[in-house]
């Protein structure tokens, strides 16, 4: 990991540095300090309030040469520097819900600190005697700026602590300056490290001279689980690679053979929550087999304290198909799964599952929920119901798009919130829950159906390609390519999506992040099963980074909005010109295999209209692509149909 260029800190020793790495060329990072009254004391504590299962001492040699052994599930690496009474957690894991529970479980000092790219928040959470007692998070601060604006709740700054008023911001420039204030105050340095493990763990660090002999104090290993965890056998290595299979005999041999369900060798999760979360389009009875062998072996349907209950991961995968999801939640719940268990972490802290099902609009799952015990009245973190869920989703709609978006929005949601309503009532219909699910299951299959035949007819037209090129039909080849088209396709965020070429992926994506591109996320379109978009943004360029893979096509692209209209794209795409579009409002820049830095070049030669270029968010990348491509698409099939009746 190379270091900043340019950071004060470096000119110190290490045992004085205080404050935060200079801001890294990396997207979201955070890290968890711990201080008592040293290492052991730490370590102690973390073990006594079943925060961690077991800690393993002094691992000083083995974790620096690279030769300590991974544990399994969720671990971290203690380390304490000379000179440095904080304890820094390094694991691959990110988990913003760690330190909270780390300071209330240890009364520990703890403290939270780093930078979230989705929401571009920079933030110091800091705790002492298991209360809250600094919080800043800032999404952009310039001096003068107000502070705590209730009517600014996701793009300001909100400051609250126990040691300074507002005022006390005032003399710096950017959220930076006051994340590195607040942690050097504390007494703390932040050169971020990172541990990773495949077999055996490795330590990195941004500021990488702390990793030398002479400034490390000791380190230790942490795991969150059982203390069995720190000694996993190889039969938790063949259930993970059997669970991945959705092999059903070799994840019974693995169990047979001792393997643990409450933990998994290079997994941060249990066997139970990755099968769950293993289920894709390929294999899924198998892979449903499985959840229900774990089930029967003892697999805890509630989970551990330290993660959303089963029940969670499967609402995940409710786009895929609601009968299969209906069948994993019963199967769960016929396990002992808690129907109104509350989300322990993340987006769902606070949710229980009849949250999540009404959010997402999945009427079969909510009434089965329903008809199985779910409280209609019990209430979030934010003091709502399911049903005043959904009805602050449809204002918020409202409020942050148009007319016509906001009433299509209402009308979608409004017979979830009559269900609701009803059920709060007691009055809730819920014996059809079989028939809805089984007319998704149906529509499910009808629409990928028509996906795949489309992917499979654009395929072999591209493959005609070369042929048709080769005798000299660029238009006939241009033109099959346009009517395999779907007319319009619909974007939607997809975890864990996999990808044929990850190498792809990820040399692409770092690249970008080198030239200042922040990651918004991975997305997947409905039509067309085989495309993957990853897809990140530049806030000085004001403009998408996309890398994308269509079967063994891969490409990267720069797009550029513009206030007129247009749309600027730079694409290092080897396609023929004649696959692509070049229309007079979308021109298409083409730099067949151009690297990253050289397609940014391109873009910024390009100068935009005289309105100028238009801002973008990172929540609207979905809705752009949609709409770009059902213009596009539009345009060009029109095109294609005018050519074909002028006149020779």
């Not at 006594?48 to 083995?62: K, L, W």
């Amino acid at each position: 990991m190379a270091k900043p260029k340019s950071d004060p800190l470096l000119n110190l020793d290490v045992a004085d540095r205080r404050g935060v790495v200079a801001e890294p060329d990396v997207n979201s990072w955070d890290a968890t300090l711990v201080r008592g009254t040293g290492l052991d004391d730490v370590g102690q504590r973390l073990v006594r309030s079943g925060v961690c299962g077991a800690v393993q001492r002094d691992v000083t040699r083995a974790a620096l040469d690279g030769k300590l052994r991974e544990p399994a599930g969720k671990w971290a690496l203690l380390v304490q520097l000379r000179g440095h009474a904080w304890v820094q957690l390094a694991g691959l894991w990110q988990d913003y819900d760690t330190a909270e529970r780390i300071a209330k479980a240890t009364k520990l000092e703890t403290m939270h600190v780093g930078h979230q790219d989705t929401a571009n928040a920079t933030f110091v959470q800091y705790y002492a005697g298991g209360k809250p007692t600094i919080h800043f998070e800032s999404c952009g601060y310039k001096p003068g700026d107000k502070v705590n604006d209730p009517d600014d709740l996701f793009e300001g700054t909100r400051f609250t602590s126990d040691r300074h008023d507002v005022k006390w911001l005032r003399p710096f420039k950017s959220e930076a300056e006051i994340r590195h204030a607040l942690v050097a105050e504390l007494g703390a340095y932040v050169p971020m490290l990172y541990a990773r493990g495949d077999k055996t763990i490795s330590l990195e660090a941004w500021h990488e001279d702390v990793l030398e002999d002479e400034n490390v104090e000791r380190i230790d290993l942490a795991v969150f689980g059982p203390a069995e965890a720190l000694t996993a056998g190889d039969a938790s290595e063949r259930l993970r690679d059997a669970i991945a299979a959705h092999d059903v005999k070799r994840v019974r041999q693995a169990i047979a053979d001792g393997a643990d369900l409450r933990f998994l060798a290079g997994r941060d999760s249990s066997p139970l929550d990755y099968a769950i979360g293993s289920i894709g389009r390929e294999k899924r009875k198998q892979a449903v087999e499985v959840v229900r062998v774990l089930l029967e072996a003892g697999a805890d349907p509630n989970g551990d304290a330290g993660a959303n209950p089963p029940i969670f991961h499967v609402l995940d995968g409710i786009s895929f198909d609601a009968a299969e999801v209906v069948e994993l939640i019963e199967l769960l719940l016929d396990h002992g799964a808690d129907v109104n268990a509350v989300g322990r972490v993340g987006l769902e802290k606070g949710q229980t599952p009849l949250h999540q099902a009404a959010t997402l609009d999945a009427m079969p799952i909510a009434k089965l929920l329903v008809a199985r015990g779910a409280d209609p009245k019990k209430r979030d973190a934010q003091r709502r119901t399911p049903r005043q869920s959904v009805e602050a989703s449809v204002k918020l709609w409202r409020e942050h798009t148009d007319e016509e978006q906001g009433e299509a929005m209402a009308r979608k949601s409004a017979k979830m919130i009559a269900f609701l309503a009803d059920a709060e009532a007691g009055r809730a219909k819920t014996d059809d829950v079989r028939a809805l699910a089984e007319a998704d299951r149906k529509q499910e299959h009808r629409r990928r159906r028509k996906a795949k035949v489309a992917a499979a007819e654009l395929f072999d037209m591209l493959k005609t390609f070369g042929e048709l090129v080769g005798k000299g039909s660029k238009k006939a080849a241009a033109k099959l390519a346009v009517a395999a088209l779907p007319d319009e396709i619909h974007v939607e965020k997809a975890r864990g999506a996999r990808w044929n070429s990850p190498k792809h992926r990820e040399v692409a994506a770092a690249r970008l992040e080198k030239l200042g591109f922040r990651g918004i996320g991975t997305f997947v379109a409905r039509e067309t099963p085989d495309l993957r978009l990853l897809a990140m943004i530049h806030p000085e360029l004001r403009a998408y980074g996309v890398v994308s893979e269509m079967g063994k096509t891969r490409w990267v692209d720069l797009v550029r909005y513009h206030k007129d209209g247009t749309v600027l794209t730079v694409t290092n795409s080897d396609v023929p010109p004649v696959a692509q579009s070049n229309l007079a409002d979308k021109p298409r820049l083409r730099l067949p295999n151009a690297k990253p830095a050289e397609m940014v070049e391109a873009l910024k030669k390009k100068r935009p209209p005289r309105a100028g270029v238009e801002e973008i968010t990172a929540d609207e990348f979905a809705a752009r692509v949609e709409r770009f491509y059902k213009e596009e698409t539009a345009a060009r099939k029109k095109q294609d149909r005018g050519t074909a009746r002028r006149p020779r």
